[in-house]
T-cell receptor, first 113, second 114 residues
Framework: DQQVKQNSPSLSVQEGRISILNCDYT??????FLWYKKYPAEGPTFLIS?????DKNEDGRFTVFLNKSAKHLSLHIVPSQPGDSAVYFC????????????FGGGTRLMVKP | DTEVTQTPKHLVMGMTNKKSLKCEQH?????MYWYKQKAKKPPELMFV???????INESVPSRFSPECPNSSLLNLHLHALQPEDSALYLC?????????????FGSGTRLTVV
C-alpha cells in the first residue's frame, strides 16, 4: 500500500517553461512534506519542504503547494533549466512516524534546451 | 562539513563473502539511516539509529547487520547476500527532531552481488 504516490513517472518540459510535478498521499497523519532531487549515481538532495500549517512555500525558482483537503502537493519550477533534469522524489513524514520518511516513486524530469 | 560520506562507492561481492559499507557524517546529527534503492524505485528504509541506538529495523533479513560505533559513524555489515540484494545503498543523517531539510543523504554504495 503506497502512502505517497507520484503518478507521472516522467515529464518533459521546454527550457524556460514551467515544470509541475505532482504528489498524492493517503495518510492523514502526515504533516511535513519534502521534495528531493536525484541525479544518477548520487544520493537524493533536499530541495524544498512544507509544513502542513502552510499551503505554499517558495524558494527561488521552486515553489511547493499543499492542498490538505485533497491530500495533494505539487512542485513548481519556473523557469525550468536543463540542469533541473533529474528524478524528483516527494516524501512525507508525521509526528507518529518519528523521523521516518515515506517516499513516492519519483518523477523523471527532462528539460529540453 | 555538510556532507555524508559513504565508502566504497561501488562493491561487487560473491554470495559467500563478508563485506561492510561505511558511512560518516560530522554535522552533529544524532539520527542515522540506511536506505536501499532498486532501479526506478523509491528509497526503502532499512534501519534507523537514534543516539547510537537501533530504533527501527524494517524487518530486514539478518544477512544485513547494522552497527553504529559512535555518533559520526554507521556501518552495514553484509554476509551471505543474494543477487536480489543488488541495489544502491544510501546512508542519511538528520537532527533528532525535524528541522527544515529533513535528511542529508550520502552518494550511496552501488552493490552488486554475483
Amino acid at each position: 500500500d503506497q502512502q505517497v504516490k507520484q503518478n507521472s513517472p516522467s515529464l518533459s518540459v521546454q527550457e524556460g517553461r514551467i515544470s509541475i510535478l505532482n504528489c498524492d498521499y493517503t495518510n492523514s497523519m502526515f504533516d511535513y512534506f519534502l521534495w528531493y532531487k536525484k541525479y544518477p549515481a548520487e544520493g537524493p538532495t533536499f530541495l524544498i519542504s512544507i509544513s502542513s500549517i502552510k499551503d505554499k512555500n517558495e524558494d527561488g525558482r521552486f515553489t511547493v503547494f499543499l492542498n490538505k483537503s485533497a491530500k495533494h502537493l505539487s512542485l513548481h519550477i519556473v523557469p525550468s533549466q536543463p540542469g533541473d533534469s533529474a528524478v524528483y522524489f516527494c516524501a512525507a513524514s508525521g509526528d507518529n512516524a518519528g523521523n521516518m520518511l515515506t517516499f513516492g516513486g519519483g518523477t523523471r524530469l527532462m528539460v529540453k534546451p | 562539513d555538510t556532507e555524508v560520506t559513504q565508502t566504497p562507492k561501488h562493491l561487487v561481492m560473491g554470495m559467500t563473502n563478508k563485506k561492510s559499507l561505511k558511512c560518516e557524517q560530522h554535522m552533529g546529527h544524532r539520527a542515522m539511516y540506511w536506505y536501499k534503492q532498486k532501479a526506478k524505485k523509491p528509497p526503502e528504509l532499512m534501519f534507523v539509529y537514534s543516539y547510537e541506538k537501533l530504533s527501527i529495523n524494517e524487518s530486514v533479513p539478518s544477512r544485513f547487520s547494522p552497527e553504529c560505533p559512535n555518533s559520526s559513524l554507521l556501518n552495514l555489515h553484509l554476509h551471505a547476500l543474494q543477487p536480489e540484494d543488488s541495489a544502491l545503498y544510501l546512508c542519511a543523517s538528520s537532527h533528532d527532531r525535524w528541522v527544515e531539510g529533513g535528511y542529508t543523504f550520502g552518494s550511496g554504495t552501488r552493490l552488486t552481488v554475483v
